[in-house]
């Protein structure tokens, strides 16, 4: 079974600093790998996803994602955190081949400072 | 194209009564997922409907139940509520049962008293 497990589940950035959002993923199989975005009272945005392409994956809103099969992480990035970036971040996890199930990361609260 | 949308958006019921979910499925896309999200946390995976056929199920006891209409819309059924089944309800609809495609509606918060 697959599995993802968010590191911090508040992390508070300075407007114009590097986000940095950490994802490890467990998976017996090689897996597609999610990044969502909620604002509160919403549901979830896709930021983007991993599906055995290339391992740098670029998204909306400035953010991208690296697939490190050695780490078995999937770290979102952002070189330049701005105020409307503040929201919840969720890493998922789904295996291409498999039960379809998937399965989410308990999410990332992300503060934007001035 | 309209997107995917859900209804009510906030629900309040007390323990032991029975719900109703809608979620109408954004244009062109034929499955429906269903997921709960619990204060705190992320969602979790209940079900999928797939051409009006249960598609895959969570861990979720046989009280929770669906069912998918020929325009592809569906309904989250709910007995006997709990506490724990306050919640958010998340829908989520895609072409095909695949998840790399799914697009979210903005949910149902349901809170059990």
């Known amino acids: 079974a697959q599995s993802v497990t968010q590191l911090g589940s508040h992390v508070s950035v300075s407007e114009g600093a590097l986000v940095l959002l950490r994802c490890n993923y467990s998976s017996s199989v090689p897996p597609y790998l999610f990044w969502y975005v909620q604002y509160p009272n919403q549901g979830l945005q896709l930021l983007l996803k991993y599906t055995s392409a290339a391992t740098l994956v670029k998204g909306i809103n400035g953010f991208e994602a690296e697939f490190k099969k050695s780490e078995t992480s999937f770290h979102l990035t952002k070189p330049s955190a701005h105020m409307s970036d503040a929201a919840e971040y969720f890493c998922?996890?789904?295996?291409?081949?498999?039960?379809?199930?998937?399965?989410f990361g308990a999410g990332t609260r992300l503060t934007v400072k001035p | 194209e309209t997107g995917v949308t859900q209804s009510p958006t906030h629900l309040i019921k007390t323990r032991g009564q029975q719900v109703t979910l809608r979620c109408s499925s954004q244009s062109g896309h034929n499955t429906v997922s269903w997921y709960q999200q619990a204060l705190g946390q992320g969602p979790q995976f209940i079900f999928q409907y797939y051409r009006e056929e249960e598609n895959g199920r969570g861990n979720f006891p046989p009280r929770f139940s669906g069912l998918q209409f020929p325009n592809y819309s569906s309904e989250l059924n709910v007995n006997a509520l709990e506490l724990d089944d306050s919640a958010l309800y998340l829908c989520?609809?895609?072409?095909?049962?695949?998840?790399?495609?799914?697009?979210f509606g903005p949910g149902t918060r349901l809170l059990v008293l």
């Open positions: 998922a996890v789904s295996d291409p081949g498999g039960n379809n199930d998937m399965r």
């Open positions: 989520a609809s895609s072409v095909g049962t695949r998840r790399e495609t799914q697009y």
